[in-house]
């Protein structure tokens, strides 16, 4: 069966993020940053909508830069990973339910295998054109979607038209498409081996497909030369992994009866912790967000987190910072019950301690 692969990543995502929770920053530059608290404008821009980008700022430049460039009405605002999160969460849930075989691959892109679904590439673009009205509809965001014959030119085909674009590539076609687009397009080329292949007179993938097999040999060795033949020419038959890497770690239970008392909650909560906290050791993960989720007695969803600068394992802070979320939720909400509660951790990385600027 022809292979359809559907690539979504949302536009300016922690930017428009900003832009959704106050619709007055809309038309304005809006920058995301991530201060170091070192000095006042030490760190680095997290990303930055599409005006801020009209007058050069973009992710990864130092904030003092951005500044410089930016004109009177730019928006400065701090990082709110939690924010970021739960929209990315929401926006899964949809693309999710659009998928034959999903895979997250970061807080605001995923693949979806649509080939069953969509049946043919006519039906994937229909099918793209619902997908992005529908998290419209859903979470009040924008997408671009790429659609092809596999991942690789997929992923590239999502990022051709921006912000809100749907690019499709018909098979057979990979190679046409990929020809007048920059080598560094091309996962695994960095900003040395595009120095390297510039020094060979290779700048465009076409450029890399035509390329004489044996100079590339001769410079990158044989494997680097079959990944950059092949990636050229737009073949990949690597599979969507589903389950690359839990996204998440989380427990729900229904009370024993529904309750807004903290010391009935609490325990329950505890019960919880102890369980995620065995899964994350077991897989070895530290995580940085704590999530509780309360759920009433008339079935409505509220969730809250809390990031750390820092990875960690613990058990005490997970039970405490779990604790400390509920309690803030029942007193802001003293006429609710719960009927079901569920505690989350997210935001992982392998090792303790490690400084982690964003997931993206
Ligand atoms: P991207 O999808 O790379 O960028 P974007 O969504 O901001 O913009 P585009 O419309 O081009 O897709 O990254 C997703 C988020 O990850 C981004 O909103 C902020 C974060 N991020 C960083 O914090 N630092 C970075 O250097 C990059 C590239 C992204
Ligand atoms: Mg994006
Ligand atoms: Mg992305």
Known sequence: MQRIILHVDLDYFFAQCEELRNPSLKGKPVVVCVYSGRSEDSGAVSTANYEARKLGIKSGIPIAFAKRSASPETVFLPVDFDFYSEKSEQVMEVLRSFADVFEQASVDEAYLDVSSKAKNFSGA???AEKIKSELKEKTGLTCSVGIASNKLVAKIASDFL???????????????????????????????????????????????????????????????????????????????????EAQQISRITTLKQDS?????IAPVLDFLS??????????????????????????????????????????ELLKSTARELMQNFL?????????????RISNFSKKENQKTLAEF
Do not use: C
Not at 187 to 204: A, Y
């Open 162 to 244: 921006k912000p809100s674009g749907l690019t499709m590539v018909e098979p057979r076609k990979e190679a046409e498409f990929l020809a007048p687009l920059k080598a560094s397009r091309l996962l695994g080329i960095g900003k040395k081996t595009t120095e390297r292949l510039e020094n060979l007179g290779i700048k465009t993938i076409g450029d890399l497909a035509n390329a004489s097999p044996s100079v590339l040999t001769d410079e990158f060795g044989r494997n680097w030369t079959d990944y950059f033949k092949q990636s050229a020419l737009g073949i990949d038959e690597s599979p969507l992994e589903p389950f690359r």
């Open 125 to 127: 673009k229909s099918l």
């Open 331 to 343: 007193s802001q909400n003293p006429e609710l019950k719960l009927r079901r509660v569920g505690a």
């Open 260 to 264: 807004n008392e903290i010391s009935f």
């Open 274 to 315: 102890e369980e995620i906290i065995e899964s994350a050791k077991a897989e070895q993960l530290f995580f940085r967000t704590i999530s509780i989720t309360a759920i009433t007695s008339k079935l409505e969803t509220h969730t809250k987190s809390k990031t750390f600068e820092q990875p960690t394992q613990s058990l």
